[in-house]
C-alpha cells in the first residue's frame, strides 16, 4: 500500500546540527524534513543551540518543520553537552509515532532507554563511523561514542545505511548487518546558470587552464592536502590548472589547516579558497565551472558532493574507499584514485582532463539512479512498518 495513502505520521529527528549549519549530514536530514512535511507528516527535529544567535531552549518553524534547539554550554571536539537533553528528548519521544536518529551522536544510548520506556520503535541513520585525530583525548570520545551507540543499536528497529558498499567496511555497522537496509541520500540540485558559470571560469582559470574543485571542510579525513600535493604531477600536463577550494578552512575542533601552511604557501598561486558556500544554486554553479571534482579523502561514508557535481555535469575522482567510490562506480562518471597516494589522485584526474568525453552521463541517468523520491518513500516505508509493528 502506498505511503501517501496511509495516516499521517508524526517523526521526531534526533541529531547534533540543523539547519542552518551546513554539511552533508545536515543537508541530508533537512531534505527528508521538509519533503515529509510536504507529504503531510509531522515533523520535530530536536538539535543543539551551536551558536549564541540561534534562539535558546525556543521552538522554532522552519519550512514546515518544528525546530527545537536546546542550550549547549559545553563542547567536546565536534559534540556538546545539553543539560536539557534528557527530560526534553522523553517528552518529545512520547508524542511521536516513531524516533529517527542520524548519527554519529553521543545521546544515542539516552534515545534508545527513552525510545524503550514509552514504546516507540527507533530507526537509526548511520552518516559515517566516528574518525577523529589521533591523541588520548579523541581516542576516549570515539571509544565512548561507539560503545553509545551498540546500546542504541540492539534495541533500534532498523539500521540505515548509504551503501552496503560502506555497511560492510564500518565498525559501526558490521556487527548489527541482520538490521541494515540500503537507502541512497536525498539529493537534488538546481539547474547550474550557464552566465554565472561562464563568469567563474573567466575568474578561476589561469590562461585558459583547468579547474578542479574541491567541496568539503579542510579536516584531516577529507586529506584537502593530497589534492595540493597532487598538483606536482598535475603540473607537469597542464601547468596553469587551479584548485578551487569550497568548504570552510578554518576549522575550531581540529588544526588541519594550520598545519598544512607549508604546503598551501607552496602552491599559493595555483589554489583559490572559497569559504562555505550556502546557496544550492551557488554550489551547482561551482561545480559546473570546474573541469573535475576531486575528492581525496581517507574516510567516507558516500560523499554527497560527487553526486552533486554529476547532476551540475561534472565528473569526479574520487579515491578508492568503502562507501566514498559507489557513485563513481555506479555511474562510470568519473575514475577511482588510490587512497593517501597524491600521485594517483593527480594521474587519475590528468586522465579525466584528457577524456571529459568519457566521463560525461546525462542528468537523466544520474538522476534515475540517485532519485530524491525514491529515497524518501523507503525511509517512509520504513517508519510505517515499524510504526506498525510498535502496534500503533
Not at 180 to 204: C, D, F, G, T
Request: glycine share 6%; aromatic share 10%; with cysteine.
Amino acid at each position: 500500500m502506498n505511503g501517501h495513502a496511509r495516516h499521517k505520521l508524526k517523526i521526531l529527528i534526533c541529531l547534533l546540527y540543523y539547519f542552518p549549519h551546513r554539511t552533508g549530514l545536515t543537508i541530508h536530514v533537512q531534505r527528508i524534513a521538509e519533503e515529509f512535511v510536504r507529504r503531510g507528516h509531522e515533523v520535530t527535529v530536536l538539535t543543539a543551540r551551536y551558536k549564541s544567535d540561534l534562539p535558546r531552549d525556543d521552538v522554532v518553524m522552519h519550512k514546515g518543520v518544528r525546530v527545537v534547539r536546546l542550550w549547549a554550554p559545553i563542547r567536546m571536539s565536534r559534540g556538546m553537552i545539553m543539560p536539557a537533553y534528557p527530560w526534553a528528548a522523553y517528552k518529545l519521544i512520547k508524542e511521536h509515532d516513531v524516533v529517527s536518529i542520524h548519527l554519529p551522536m553521543l545521546e544515542t544510548a539516552l534515545i534508545a532507554l527513552l525510545a524503550q520506556m514509552v514504546h516507540r520503535p527507533i530507526v537509526a541513520t548511520h552518516h559515517g563511523d566516528l574518525i577523529l585525530p589521533d591523541g588520548l583525548f579523541n581516542r576516549f570520545i570515539q571509544g565512548t561514542m561507539f560503545a553509545m551507540y551498540k546500546f542504541m543499536a540492539k534495541r533500534a528497529a532498523a539500521l540505515i545505511a548509504y551503501s552496503e558498499d560502506y555497511a560492510r567496511h564500518s565498525y559501526y555497522l558490521t556487527p548489527f548487518m541482520n538490521k541494515v537496509s540500503v537507502v541512497y541520500p536525498p539529493i537534488h540540485m538546481p539547474l547550474p546558470n550557464p552566465q554565472h558559470v561562464e563568469a567563474l571560469r573567466a575568474e578561476w582559470s589561469q590562461n585558459g587552464g583547468p579547474v578542479i574543485g574541491f567541496a568539503g571542510r579542510f579536516v584531516q579525513e577529507k586529506r584537502p592536502d593530497l589534492l595540493i600535493r597532487a598538483l606536482e604531477t598535475i603540473n607537469q600536463h597542464y601547468p596553469n590548472a587551479r584548485i578551487v577550494f569550497a568548504g570552510e578552512h578554518i576549522i575550531k575542533y581540529e588544526d588541519t589547516w594550520e598545519r598544512h601552511q607549508d604546503l598551501v604557501n607552496q602552491y599559493r598561486d595555483q589554489l583559490i579558497f572559497l569559504g562555505l558556500m550556502e546557496d544550492p544554486q551557488d554550489m551547482a554553479d561551482f561545480y559546473a565551472a570546474c573541469d573535475v571534482l576531486a575528492l581525496t579523502s581517507d574516510s567516507e561514508c558516500f560523499a554527497l558532493v560527487q553526486v552533486e557535481a554529476m547532476l551540475s555535469g561534472t565528473p569526479v575522482v574520487m579515491t578508492d574507499i568503502p562507501g566514498g567510490r559507489v557513485p563513481v562506480t555506479v555511474t562510470g562518471m568519473g575514475r577511482l584514485a588510490k587512497a593517501g597516494d597524491p600521485v594517483s589522485i593527480g594521474e587519475q584526474i590528468v586522465e579525466v582532463l584528457r577524456h571529459p568525453e568519457q566521463y560525461r552521463r546525462s542528468r537523466q541517468e544520474i538522476e534515475a539512479i540517485f532519485s530524491f523520491q525514491e529515497t524518501v518513500d523507503r525511509y517512509e516505508q520504513h517508519f510505517y512498518k515499524h510504526v506498525s509493528a510498535n502496534g500503533r
